[in-house]
């Protein structure tokens, strides 16, 4: 068994995110395995830009309240025990709600190759963010 030292927690970048995020990579497998595990901590109205993953994701919400939006879909209310599964190419994009800090576990697989992040959209603007919510 192999006990890794902790690394730092990283800011999440601008082309990524809107406000303030920052993220623990838990586990980032090497080949042959494609996993890849962070624990993301969002702050209130926090959120990722519209982004798709060619293997699906699972998140799984550990504090908080948080929203998950599919392109299209109704934005929904993720709470702690209770995963979210957006399926392999969807575009979505989640974060905290406008009043609560939120963390989750993010966890997806790659393809392989030299590319295992999400394909990046477009930033989810205020507004969208605001009027949008049940």
Partial sequence: MEILPKKPSTKGPEEMFTGDVWFDVVYAGQEPSRM?????RFAP???????THALGQTLHVTEDIGLVQSRGAEIVAMRPATPSTPPPGEWHWHGAAPDHFMTHSAMRESTGGDSPRPSAGEHVTDDEYRCRQT
Avoid: E, G, M
Wanted: with cysteine; proline share 0%; aromatic share 0%.
């Fill in 45 to 51: 109205c926090a959120r990722t830009a519209r982004h």
């Fill in 36 to 40: 890849r595990a962070n624990v993301v």
